[in-house]
């Protein structure tokens, strides 16, 4: 993220706090116009207290 570019693969997880400006961008072959080719994602938003309120608090 930020100012990183690198190859993603399927399985991977990438974690993005908030407010972060990201882009992911796949292969040309993926932007053909007769092509199958699908790329596939799956987002997650968490709630900033989704582990409780005094999470990021403990030492």
């Known amino acids: 993220m930020g100012s990183n570019i690198s190859i993603f ?4 997880l990438c974690m993005i706090g908030a407010y972060l400006p990201h882009y992911y961008r796949n292969e040309e072959k993926y932007y053909a116009k007769d092509d ?15 582990m409780g309120s005094k999470f990021f608090g403990t030492a």
């Open 9 to 12: 693969k399927p399985g991977d």
């Open 36 to 50: 199958s080719l699908r790329a596939r994602s799956m987002v997650i938003h968490f709630l900033e207290d989704f």
